[in-house]
């Protein structure tokens, strides 16, 4: 079954604390993408990743850090630099010479 | 820079009668677009893209969107709407493939669509 799995589906975040959320692919895609998505604001960009241990920061980089150690895995770690983190995180990934994005299923993060 | 308006945060339609989403964008480059739908706490779904080509596309779901380059838009139809066709739907722009593969997408600021019976 292929596609692009986010885990947890929810999380707790307590003040002061780093969260790691998931996000694996098994459609061979190269190119990997976290955004943040905040009621009516649209979603965001944070990093993305072209190649294994290769990343960019996107448009909202702060307080947010993660790894591209495998092709098939690009975990996003929400620091506590990150004052205000909660939100519904999406990973999206495509192929190198492909134009469209595709979606996981989201992280709620609430803070406690 | 790339940027994309969404002017009608919410649509409130009847079951079975048309509907249009409209969505203006602004870019110095040629453009891909995009219309991706979300239902409530999922991801997103590709609605349908416009790369080249005819300005007419069509998509799922019976949602068709039209290219006008002169007027920078790309709003989406539907010539009759059911209740399930209840989600938010989000306009996008994107810049060719980036050197190194992949792309950046700029995203609308969403729009609800709410069918009523």
């Known amino acids: 079954d292929g596609g692009i799995t986010q885990s947890p589906k929810y999380l707790f975040r307590k003040e002061g604390q780093n969260v790691t959320l998931s996000c694996e692919q098994n459609?061979?895609?190269?190119?990997m993408y976290w955004y943040r998505q905040d009621p009516g604001q649209g979603l965001r960009l944070i990093y993305y990743?072209?190649?294994?241990?290769?990343?960019q920061k996107g448009d909202i980089a702060e307080g947010y850090s993660v790894s591209r150690e495998k092709k098939e895995s690009f975990p996003l770690t929400v620091t506590s630099a990150q004052k205000n983190p909660t939100a519904f995180y999406l990973c999206?990934?495509?192929?190198?010479?492909?134009?469209?994005?595709?979606f996981g299923p989201g992280t709620r993060l609430l803070v406690l | 820079a790339q940027s994309v308006t969404q002017l009608d945060s919410q649509v409130p339609v009847f079951e079975e009668a048309p509907v249009e989403l409209r969505c203006n964008y602004s870019s110095s480059v040629s453009v891909y677009l995009f219309w991706y739908v979300q239902y409530p706490n999922q991801g997103l779904q590709l609605l349908l893209k416009y790369l080249s080509g005819s300005t007419l596309v069509k998509g799922i779901n019976g949602f068709e969107a039209e290219f006008n380059k002169s007027q920078t838009s790309f709003h989406l139809r539907k010539p009759s709407v059911h209740i399930s066709d209840t989600a938010e739907y989000f306009c996008a722009v994107s810049t060719p493939v980036l050197t190194g593969g992949g792309n950046k997408l700029t995203f609308g600021t969403g729009t609800q669509l709410k069918v009523e019976l």
């Open positions: 999206a990934t495509n192929s190198r010479a492909g134009e469209t994005q595709y």
């Open positions: 459609l061979n895609h190269d190119a």
């Open positions: 990743s072209q190649i294994v241990n290769d990343f």
